[in-house]
């Protein structure tokens, strides 16, 4: 449905699949990688200091429904990538977009806060760093 949203607009074949990687990346980004706290409301505060990737099914790595999802940006990266028949141009594109998808998803990204962005005070803080 999207894609036939984008055929409208009259952009390139390889402009369109690369739409929808980069579109795809940043909500999935947004919504399952920086976007905390659960829409519960009877969680009780369980769940804020977590993303919806680290909420799933409690943390463990790789169950069925987590390699599925890291599985989905590689089909995007492909079907994209050979729509635009691997021009560097759209290919570095790609490429940044699977792996802004992918990286976040490994498990030993779990809990990461880079730089601390995205960090939650009181939350994420390092107990070794506490000062008494």
Known sequence: MFLHALSVTGLTQELQWTAVGAIHTVVTFWFVHYTKGSPDEFSQGDF????????????????????????????????????????????????????????PKLPQMHKVRILGINRTAGIDDDPRNKQD
């Open 48 to 103: 804020d200091g977590d993303t919806l990737w680290e909420q799933m099914d409690g943390g463990v790595p790789w169950t069925f429904k987590k390699k599925f999802l890291i599985v989905v940006p590689c089909i995007l990266f492909l079907i994209a990538s050979y729509a635009s028949d691997f021009a560097s141009e759209f290919l570095i594109v790609n490429l940044i977009c699977l792996g802004l998808n992918i990286v």
